[in-house]
Every structure is written in structure tokens, then in C-alpha cells.
């Protein structure tokens, strides 16, 4: 993960825990503009310094660990004792939940993510899984893998890690997400469409049986990535 993705995987983790709403709002916070923090999130290396990331850390009361925001060494999230003299209350309110697990949600429910209960379901009922890897990384919640089309990647059964985000605007080609669309909820490989911006490539491990297929963004009411997953033999 570069220093683009780990500040984009901040950056989402944030809005997903409604610390920020969007860009402008990001902007006010850290004390720059709307345009440096768009250029931040497109990687751009004249804005996103590290200078840039301590700023942006030192608004947020210092909740993510800053040697992982400029370098990638360590935990996306500070220990309690790096945060010394930054206010606590914002490092406890962004913490919050990561010590009680992620919820396993139905896999036609993730629609409904994120903002409390999902349609017929209270996420305090939900079983429960540490593990504090996916917790750093963001995750909201885990989904279980059902059919053929991600094999052998993913099996049925496993279980997926996801990270809800807030739109299609940034996506990392190559990496997998599971998409709310018109057909359904689908887990895919996403890639570009050569020739247009407006559609995504979803491409399945399994080929043979799944080819891959356009899907125009407009149709994407959602998505989240997956950012790890648990084998079930």
C-alpha cells in the first residue's frame, strides 16, 4: 500500500464514522483547501507531503499512528500513548467499536451499510468476530462468500472484510469490491473499461464460467472494498 492508498484508506475510514462528510469539510479541519485535499487523495506528491500528513493527522486528535500514514510501517490507528496531549476525545469517539469486533451481516444486507440497524437487522445481534487486523485496516463488517465466481480466491464460505466507501470516485484497479447494483450485490475484481471513464470492468477469478462484464458507474448504489478475508475449510 503506498502513501496515496494508506491516505485514501484514512481518509474513508473517517467519513465512514462520520468525523468528515466531504472534501470541503476535510479542508476546513485541516486548515487548507478543498483542492489540496482532492489533489492529496489523487496522489499528487507536490501536496501530499509528509508535512501534509501530520497536519491532516493533528486535526483528527491524532487517531491514526503517523509513522503508517508517511511510511507504512506500524498500525493505521495510534496507541493511546501516542496520542499524549491530542484531545482524547476525538481518539476515543474514531476508536470506538474496534474492540468489540465486526458484526458478520447477511450478504444481501451490506446494502445498508453503514448508519446503525439494516433493514430487519440490529447489529448488536449479529455475531462477532476480533480480528484486529481488519479492525485497523477499517473494516466495517464481515460477509460471507457465497458461489463459484470468485474461485479459487475466495471459496464459499470464507469470509470477507469490508470497508465501506463513500463513492466510485477513487477505486484501485485490480483490488476487490463488493458492489450494490441493479443486478444485485456482486463481488469483483474491478479494472477499467479501455475507452470509458464512465463504466468499470468486473472481472470473476473464475473466467471460464464467469466472463467478465461492463458495468456503467451510474448503476453502482454502493460499494465497499474488501480488505481481507478468513479461509473456511
Known sequence: MNKQERFQGAFTWLMNRGAIKNQTEAARKIGTTQQNVSSALRGNPKVLTDRFL???????GGVFDIEWLISGEGEMLARPEQTAGQPE????????????????????????LPGGDLPGIRLEDCDRYVVPEFSRMGADCLVRVAGASMQPRYLSGDLLAVRRLSSATFLQWGKVYVLDTEQGLLVKKLMPCDGDEGCVLCVSENEKEFPPFR???????????????????
Open 215 to 233: 458495468l456503467p458507474k451510474a448503476e453502482i448504489r454502493s460499494l465497499s472494498i474488501v480488505v481481507g478475508h478468513v479461509s473456511v475449510e
Open 89 to 112: 476525545a476525538n481518539c476515543e469517539s474514531a476508536r470506538s467499536g474496534l474492540d468489540a469486533g465486526l458484526p458478520l451481516v447477511p450478504f444481501d444486507a451490506l446494502a445498508g
Open 54 to 60: 501530520r497536519r491532516f493527522n493533528a486535526a483528527f
